[in-house]
């Protein structure tokens, strides 16, 4: 690891060696070979002279030296940037905005066939969520979140608010909370969806909203 406090004056090996081991870490993307290029540089320096005359001995590690700071900083800069690309978590509750209702819906009844309730829980709460943005009773928006959702469909289906609520926090203690869906609240869940699919939606008070 290259110290914090930077000599002033390493050799052409040691400051090679330097730019070798940070970048053997194999975090920097492919692409522009910045060793090789730096590697002509100092051959370049230390074999350049001015005027027929060879430069001074303490040259070539100076400008090594801040070849190889400036490098690095480009480098790391570049790694901050691929960082920043990365798409962030999101508190959705769908990871996969292509999946339907029914998909969910198969999703769960498979998990349910394994005994994973924690997918019994999540895909069950998304079968009901995606459900009702498929019947137009709730605005697709992506980033929503389970509690997002819920709130938006209290008016919609007003005799089911605090199932929704209770769904919504067997959803989150799963998904963000590393907390386990048991059986009896995962089959809650699913049961919540059924109901939904069979409950008519009150529109008025959704018009007027």
């Known amino acids: 690891m290259i110290p914090l406090k930077i000599p002033l004056d390493p050799g052409n090996d040691e400051a090679r060696q330097w730019l070798a081991d940070e970048l053997a870490k194999g975090r920097y993307a492919p692409g522009f ?6 590697d002509r ?20 590690p100076l400008v090594a030296t801040v070849v190889v700071v400036a490098a690095l900083i480009l480098v790391l800069r570049a790694g901050d940037s691929e960082l920043r690309r990365r798409p962030r978590k ?3 509750f769908v990871d996969d905005a292509t999946l339907t209702a029914a ?4 999703l769960s009844a498979e998990a349910e066939v394994a005994g ?14 995606v459900s009702a943005e498929e019947r137009a009773l709730l605005e697709e928006r992506p980033g929503r979140t389970a509690h997002e959702a819920v709130v938006d469909l209290r008016q919609v289906f007003p005799e089911h608010r605090e199932r929704m609520d209770d769904a919504a926090d067997v959803f989150d203690l799963v998904r963000y909370g590393d907390g386990a869906a048991t059986r009896e609240s995962a089959l809650a869940v699913r049961e919540l969806d059924d109901e939904l699919r069979r409950t008519r939606p009150v529109l008025a008070e959704l018009a007027a909203g």
Do not use: E
């Not at 540089?41 to 040259?59: A, E």
């Not at 998909?103 to 198969?106: A, N």
């Not at 994973?116 to 969520?129: E, G, I, K, P």
């Open 90 to 92: 999101a508190g959705s």
């Open 41 to 60: 540089l100092l051959s370049r320096l230390h074999s350049t002279q001015v005027g027929g005359v060879s430069l001074p001995g303490w040259v070539v």
């Open 116 to 129: 994973d309730w924690n997918a019994v829980a999540l895909q069950s709460f998304r079968a009901f969520a």
């Open 33 to 38: 070979d910045l060793w090789a290029w730096l």
């Open 103 to 106: 998909d969910y819906r198969r």
